[in-house]
Structure formats: C-alpha cells, structure tokens
Nanobody, 124 residues
Framework: QVQLVESGGGLVQAGGSLRLSCAAS????????MGWFRQARGQEREFVAG????????YYADSVKGRFTISRDNAKSTVYLQMNSLKPEDTAVYYC?????????????????WGQGTQVTVSS
C-alpha cells in the first residue's frame, strides 16, 4: 500500500509560481510512474502531468506545457510539480496519483493510489 501526501498549495497572484510536493510512504514509489491531476470546482478531474519511474520521461497537458515541470527524487520518495506563470484558470485542487502497475496516463481511472489534494488558488 502507498500513501501519498501533497503539500505546497496556496494563494498566489497571476504570473506567480508555486511548487507542489507529493511525498510517498508505505511502499517505495521508485518503480511507479506518477501523475498530477487537478479538479476545479464543478468540473471533472483532469490530467496535468506524468512522469516515468526513473524521471526520464515526462508528459504534459497542453494547457500547462511550457509553464509546469514535473520531476521526482526517488531517494526521497517525492514527486514535484513546479508551476510557473500561473493563471486564474489554474485554480483547482491538485492531486498526485500512482498506478499500481503500468505507465502514467491521462485517464484517472488507471490510478490506484491518490493523495488528499492541495488547493491552489490564483488571483487575477
């Protein structure tokens, strides 16, 4: 079993930056692909970014490409999401997730482990 805990959310002005962290406990996540998702109020959960188990492969939603960077430190069992040039439409609860097997995906249904989420609010 893997437990995921996100942190780093908060209130920021448009154009600002935040770095989210996702710390894993329980089993090591060193062999797991990981993903970040977000869910705005009244909307469905959407894929933001994914990273392979070694960190060598990454993938981004078009809406965040060039502004967000996903990375991981397997020695710390932690995955990060650096968010720059934030926009009001980035406001959402951000979740990290891991599939028990397989690669990352933009489909939330393939993920088995989820954190509790961290709120990001971007003011205009």
């Amino acid at each position: 079993q893997v437990q995921l805990v996100e942190s780093g959310g908060g209130l920021v002005q448009a154009g600002g930056s935040l770095r989210l962290s996702c710390a894993a406990s329980g089993r090591t996540i060193n062999t797991y692909a990981m993903g970040w998702f977000r869910q705005a109020r009244g909307q469905e959960r959407e894929f933001v970014a994914g990273i392979g188990w070694s960190g060598g492969r990454t993938y981004y939603a078009d809406s965040v490409k060039g502004r967000f960077t996903i990375s991981r430190d397997n020695a710390k069992s932690t995955v990060y999401l650096q968010m720059n040039s934030l926009k009001p439409e980035d406001t959402a609860v951000y979740y990290c997730a891991a599939p028990r097997t397989g690669d990352y995906s933009n489909y939330p249904t393939i993920y088995d482990y989820w954190g509790q989420g961290t709120q990001v609010t971007v003011s205009s």
